[in-house]
């Protein structure tokens, strides 16, 4: 099976946009300075280009090569310095209580595997650490404005909050939030959004 992500991010355009996501942007202020980051699911890097130019250091992760190839050449044109690596998020390992900081902006993935990555992200992250996060919510197949097209790789709200019930919960929402992003998420969109100290 190819990898429909690579493909996707081949494009010479950044399909998602080259700027952070308006939660990212609008949360980030609760980061420590200078922390050290990881990004799940990065893509094309908007965001962890945006925290290293806040003076943060950024590991950006994605099974993408094409979006880490983007991100690479985002983060030039820009004056940082991203570290990247390829990792497939279901399989691959991932360092224990390593950052300051995680975050993911819609990560796609089946039902089966969506836990496995939360807590892959959660784990990260040493104690007293932030994890933040954006998904889109089942409810989204009704917008048409962005993400995948069936329920199976979206979330549900009542599941993540089971997952994140141990930590302490900053911030919980679900709703409409617009969302102007690249070619690929554009309108109002239906959200969840979580931000939590572990």
């Known amino acids: ?11 010479e355009q950044y399909v998602y946009g080259e700027e952070p996501n308006q939660f990212i942007k609008d949360q980030s202020h609760r980061l ?3 922390s050290k980051i990881v990004a ?6 908007r965001n962890a280009v945006y925290l290293a130019r806040q003076g943060h250091h950024v590991t950006a992760y994605d099974y993408a090569e094409n979006g880490l190839n983007k991100t690479n050449a ?3 044109r820009n004056k ?7 990792k497939d998020l279901i399989h691959d390992p991932v360092p224990a209580e390593e950052f300051d900081a995680a975050f993911m902006v819609f990560g796609h993935f089946s039902k089966n595997d969506q836990k496995t990555v939360m807590d892959k992200l959660i784990s990260t992250v040493m104690p007293g650490g932030t994890i933040m996060f954006e998904v889109y919510s089942e409810d989204q197949v009704k917008y048409g404005t962005g ?10 709200p009542s599941d993540v909050l089971e997952w994140v019930k141990d930590y302490k919960v900053l911030h919980f929402f679900y709703g409409e939030q617009e969302r102007v992003e ?9 959200v969840i959004q979580v931000i939590l100290k572990k």
């Open 40 to 45: 799940f699911a990065e893509g094309e890097g």
């Open 32 to 34: 420590e300075k200078e």
């Open 147 to 156: 993400g995948p097209k069936t329920v199976e790789m979206l979330y549900d």
């Open 1 to 11: 099976m190819g990898n429909s992500w690579h493909e996707r991010f081949g494009a």
């Open 80 to 86: 940082v310095k991203i570290s990247t690596e390829i």
């Open 74 to 76: 985002l983060a030039e």
């Open 182 to 190: 690249g070619e690929l998420h554009t309108g109002t969109g239906h």
